[in-house]
């Protein structure tokens, strides 16, 4: 599965000395061999980003954005190869890998635009004669790191950025899903950029992350990951004081008042908290209902949930795949389980499902009266566990919402402008959707704030954390 590829160094696939076996959630068996990168490997990688440096900033925007479009035409050709690949090592059903594969497309196509747009500006000077002139330079190279749950869209929203503002880039996706970045990748080479504009590492901590992190050549670091690893690589960032932005956890309140559109509100939500198993860190993970909704919208919720089938994502049919692992798998399992021994309600699911003798599959579940101080509320659960909860006051969701140290998304649905506007202001959040969860856009920055990260992705915020600024003054 992984034979046409390999490492990515200098141009070129390679494929190392070292492999490990990548293992399907959906049957537990190997889906093939991954060459792992040692520290040797990485060091290679990123010479031949520092050559590439000087080549990818000659090139100038224009020409860097014609490579990225060439990208994006191949990325469009070969998008039902990257489906599969990403439905097989995640499992997610074909229609979200499709869909996942168009969003990644598209962060390719708006950073080749935003290319052409890297503005400076002139300032008159206070000596006779002079003026300031503020130009903006590739901030050089990047690591880039990124998670398992979305393999193609986290790569594109690092590289797309990155290689528009001229930064050659080390990546190294997570070894549980490298196939589709290997795809990826494989378009950037057949876009035509430079060699050693784009390198692919996969490995482990010591011998990709490690190197990467000590090379003073590096002068920016993005990861998508939990808090605990961002913190890490802040303190191991400030060794050689690279630039830093970071998407980490979230745990998502979901606010659904007195005059919301009910069945709206279900229609979005059931499939959207249960997309992907839950293992999305914008997912709803606290969704408090009105006290005058609760029981219509519990009723509601756990039909609509009883209709998702689960199964291999390559079936059309299937709504659900598997978690990514067994220790995924028993997580979830020890967070429900906490929850009902503390007195939450089972309204549906609950257990690994009878019918399926394989896989990481985990039923979707949706627990009632629960309490803020529970594991599933009070942290990220990561899984297809809806948690529900009532209200009674604004004053009063708001605070309760509030009570996390993420900080990444929050929703609400109201029928009034005017409580949409206080909600946004007041939610403390990078992100907030009323009436919605279409967050993740190529041309809106997606990012959050507290314990949730720092920086944007997207939008003209995207290409921002890649630039460096530069003053002159000039006197004639």
Known sequence: MYSQ?????????????????????????????VPMATAEDTKAALDAAARALPRLREMGGFARADALHRAADEMIRRSDEAAAMITAETGKPI?????????????????????????????????????FEVTREPVGIVGAFTAWNFPAALPARKLAPALAAGCPVVLRPSSQTPGVAMVMVDCLRAAGLPDGAVNLVVGATATTYAPI??????????????????????????????????????????????????????????????????????????????DS???????????????????????????????????RLSEIESIVADAVRG?????????????????????????????????????????????????????????????????????????????ARRMVAALKAGMVGINSFALAASEAPFGGTNHSGMGREGGIEGIEDYLDTKLAQLVF
């Open 95 to 131: 229609a979200q890998a499709g869909r996942e594969w168009v969003l990644s497309c598209e962060q390719f196509r708006w950073f080749a635009e935003e290319a052409r747009r890297i503005y400076g500006r002139v300032i008159d000077s206070r000596v006779p004669g002079g003026r």
């Open 5 to 33: 590829f390999g490492l990515f160094i200098d141009g070129g696939w390679t494929p190392g000395t070292q492999t490990a076996e990548v293992i399907s959630p959906v049957t537990e068996k190997p889906l093939g061999a």
């Open 293 to 327: 909704l609760h029981d219509a919208f519990v009723q509601g919720f756990v039909a609509r949930t009883a209709g998702i089938k689960l199964g291999d994502g390559l079936d059309p049919d299937t709504g659900m795949g598997p978690l990514i692992n067994g220790g």
């Open 213 to 290: 992190m000590a090379d003073s050549r590096v002068r920016k670091v993005s990861l998508t990951g939990s808090t605990r690893i961002g913190q890490q690589m802040i303190r191991d960032a400030a060794e050689t004081v690279k630039k830093v932005s970071m998407e980490l956890g979230g745990n998502a309140p979901l606010i659904v008042y007195d005059d919301a559109d009910l069945d709206a509100a279900l229609d979005l939500t059931v499939p959207t908290k249960f997309a992907n198993a839950g293992q999305v860190c914008v997912t709803p993970d606290r969704i408090f209902v009105h």
């Open 343 to 419: 007195g939450a309600t089972l309204a549906h699911g609950g257990q690994r499902p009878a019918h399926l003798n394989s896989g990481f599959f985990f039923e979707p579940t949706v627990l009632t009266d629960v309490t803020d101080d529970m594991k599933v509320f009070a942290g990220e659960n990561f899984g297809p566990i809806a948690a529900i909860t009532r209200f009674s006051t604004e004053d009063e969701v708001i605070h309760r919402a509030n009570a996390s140290d993420m900080g990444l998304s929050a929703y609400a649905f109201t029928r009034s402008p005017d409580r």
